[in-house]
């Protein structure tokens, strides 16, 4: 009864352990590799699986979701022979399972080797100011050659960032340098160019000052010959008026005439600013001459003008001048 029991037993256990060895639960974002004999066979996908008992065994678990993985930072020779310390950065998914498991030994160390080499030759072929300030060219780059070269793999690699380019202390010192002259120039440049666009503003102010004056004294030029043209018309004149009255037999308007100059002649000569004393050798009684002959002039000229009264405007003999008119007091 003993022996039945125990053999009752033993094939319970065995058929559990034959139920659970052939159902695999494989999580989400997880793919599974089934071999064989040590021969691979297909994969499991997330969820509920069957494989054979005792026969299939799982390979390999791997993960089906991006991974980060850091790239150790190393010091790479530029172009120009400078050297820059740089590191980077690499997600990576795996695509195809099988792949990924039985075509690479170590692939997250596969993916590091080839970023490492293709970071020294894509550096190493860029001028130290070009791996300066083209990153996203080289993170391009790197790309393009990482993920072709992981493509047999089964491995997708999304994206490859540098995170740090680190030049040796002296480059940066002189790179310092070099920014704060760049900077000092642009300033001289800049201030050069503002004084430049000041002077053509002044010179052109000018210009437009100097023209505005030169036509301000050829207005006053034309004025002035206008006004001279005139005065000496007005002067020709007066000389003809005298010339007839002499050849009329009527010296008066040449007393008139020579007065009024001696007059003007020493009135300018008082007005001068160099003479603070002015002494006169003159001959009062040709200056009383010509005024008497301004005198009768006037004296002629008011008895030419009542003569030219006519007869009809003068009051009629008897009438009474200035008479008021009826119905109001004389002399209001």
């Known amino acids: 009864m003993g022996g039945a029991t125990f053999f009752v037993l033993t094939v319970l256990v065995l058929a559990l352990v034959t139920i659970f060895s052939g159902v695999k639960s494989v999580p989400q974002g997880r793919e599974w590799t089934i071999e064989r004999f040590g021969r691979f066979t297909r994969v499991l996908k997330p969820g509920l699986n069957l ?43 795996v695509v195809d399972a099988a792949k990924a498991a039985y075509e690479v030994a170590n692939l997250q160390a596969g993916i590091t080797n080839l970023c490492l080499t ?9 001028d ?20 072709q070269a992981t493509s047999p793999w089964g491995v997708k690699v ?69 006004a001279r043209e005139r005065l000496a018309q007005a002067e020709a004149k007066a000389t003809q ?17 020579l007065g009024q100059k001696y007059v003007d002649a020493f009135a300018q000569l008082a007005n001068a600013p160099n003479q603070k004393f002015v002494i006169i050798p003159m001959e009062s009684a040709g200056l009383l001459g010509s005024i008497a002959g301004i005198a009768e002039m006037t004296r002629e000229a008011i008895t030419t003008q009542i003569t030219a009264v006519p007869h009809a405007a003068r009051p009629a003999a008897g009438t009474v001048p200035n008479a008021a008119p009826p119905g109001r007091p004389a002399g209001t």
């Open 51 to 93: 494989i054979v008992p005792y026969v299939d065994r799982v390979g390999r678990k791997l993960s089906m979701m991006e991974e980060v993985l850091a790239i150790p930072s190393q010091v790479v020779i530029t172009r120009d022979n400078a050297t820059v310390t740089a590191d980077a950065i690499a997600f990576y998914q």
């Open 118 to 126: 293709n970071a020294r030759t894509v550096i190493g072929a860029m």
């Open 128 to 147: 130290l100011d070009e791996v300066l300030s083209k990153r996203d060219e080289i993170n391009q780059r790197l790309l393009a050659v990482v993920d």
């Open 158 to 226: 999304t994206r490859i960032e540098i995170k740090d380019l680190s030049p040796p202390n002296d480059i940066t010192e002189a790179m310092a340098r070099q920014m704060k002259a760049e900077r000092f120039r642009r300033a001289e440049v800049t201030q050069a160019d503002g004084e430049k666009q000041g002077a053509i503003l002044r010179a052109e102010g000018a210009k437009q000052s100097a023209i505005l004056q030169a036509e301000g004294r050829k207005e006053a030029a034309f004025r002035d010959a206008e």
């Open 241 to 257: 008026m005298v010339s007839d009255s002499i050849e009329a037999g009527n010296v008066n308007a040449l007393n008139y005439f």
